[in-house]
């Protein structure tokens, strides 16, 4: 079975540019979750969907943060304008039930480096 | 919000050893889960554990709810399982958020 897919890996931009994440859940999987990890913070939770709705995006750090999810087996986070401090590793994570109670499966990250 | 403490933060140990690790947390829980980050930057589900004991080939792991803490085992350590380890937490009460603790280091040396 395939696993959470995140795409890219690497990205490398420059500051003021706009950065697009990718990932796709596991199939079946009603939740989703994007993570964010710095060494300083450690993994930070940004913001999760259950059946395609947002349902808490408190974690979000700005306005210059958002992410959406058009159907069940794609969601999207974007940076615009991206700046150096939102350098980090940026995790998908899915769960075949609603909310937190249930088992989390990562993609493997995608390491972002604004310069 | 939730509290959660891993110990030790760092462990070096000898290949072969056997080590156990620590998740201390302040409130009872819905869902606990032990990860292992590997040096490329993965995150590897190992356990859901919310509460009972689990066993998988060489780690298992032990939740006791009502006392507020979970174990992870690692038996016969391999240079493979050097890395991070974390432990997760969703309370029972408040928002739907799981909770990671700052993790533990562990390093084994061959």
């Known amino acids: 079975d395939a696993g959470v897919i995140q795409s890219p890996r690497h990205e490398v931009t420059e500051m003021g540019q706009e950065v697009t994440l990718r990932c796709k859940p596991i199939s079946g999987h009603n939740s989703l979750f994007w993570y964010r990890q710095t060494m300083m913070r450690g993994l930070e939770l940004l913001i999760y969907f259950n059946n395609n709705v947002p349902i808490d995006d408190s974690g979000m750090p700005e306005d210059r943060f958002s992410a959406k999810m058009p159907n069940a087996s794609f969601s999207t986070l974007k940076i615009q304008p991206s700046e150096p401090r939102d350098s980090a590793v940026y995790f998908c994570?899915?769960?075949?039930?609603?909310?937190?109670?249930?088992?989390?499966?990562f993609g493997e990250g995608s390491r972002l480096t604004v310069l | 919000g939730i509290q959660v403490e891993q110990s030790p933060p760092d462990l070096i140990l000898q290949e072969g050893a056997n080590s156990t690790l620590r998740c201390n947390f302040s409130d009872s829980v819905n869902n606990l889960q032990w990860f292992h980050q590997n040096p490329w930057g993965q995150l590897i589900n190992l356990f859901y554990i919310p509460s009972g004991t689990k066993q998988n080939g060489r780690l298992s792991a032990t939740t006791v709810a009502t006392e507020r803490y979970s174990l992870l085992y690692i038996s016969s350590s391999q240079t493979t399982d050097s890395g991070v380890y974390f432990c997760?937490?969703?309370?029972?009460?408040?928002?739907?958020?799981?909770?990671f603790g700052t993790g533990t280091r562990l390093t084994i040396i061959p």
């Open positions: 997760a937490v969703d309370p029972n009460f408040g928002n739907e958020k799981l909770t």
């Open positions: 994570a899915s769960s075949p039930t609603g909310g937190a109670d249930g088992e989390l499966f």
